[in-house]
Nanobody, 123 residues
Framework: QVQLVESGGGLVQAGGSLRLSCAASGRTFSDYAMGWFRQAPGKEREFVAAIRWTEGITYYAKSVKGRFTCSRNNAKNTVDLQMNSLKPEDTAVYYC????????????????WGQGTQVTVSS
């Protein structure tokens, strides 16, 4: 069982940066792929980024590629999402999730979810 807690959300102006962190419990963190998803009001939850447990291979949604960077530190049981060049359309609640599989963009792959952290980007 994995418990996840996100942090680092907040208010930032367009063009600015935020770094989200996800702290995971347990002693088998390295066995999980980790994903980031987000959900804006009135919209479905969408995939943002994922990082596999193998060699830190990452995958990004087209909307954030080149602006966001996902990284993990298995020793510290953390995964981060560095968000640069933020846009108003990035405004959403961001969720960290853990998968026992490979880290795809499909949210139903993920078994554990954090509580979410709000990111608001103003113009």
């Amino acid at each position: 069982q994995v418990q996840l807690v996100e942090s680092g959300g907040g208010l930032v102006q367009a063009g600015g940066s935020l770094r989200l962190s996800c702290a995971a419990s347990g002693r088998t963190f390295s066995d999980y792929a980790m994903g980031w998803f987000r959900q804006a009001p009135g919209k479905e939850r969408e995939f943002v980024a994922a990082i596999r447990w193998t060699e830190g291979i990452t995958y990004y949604a087209k909307s954030v590629k080149g602006r966001f960077t996902c990284s993990r530190n298995n020793a510290k049981n953390t995964v981060d999402l560095q968000m640069n060049s933020l846009k108003p359309e990035d405004t959403a609640v961001y969720y960290c999730a853990a998968s026992q599989y490979y880290g795809s963009s499909a949210e139903n792959e993920y078994d554990y979810w954090g509580q979410g952290t709000q990111v608001t980007v103003s113009s």
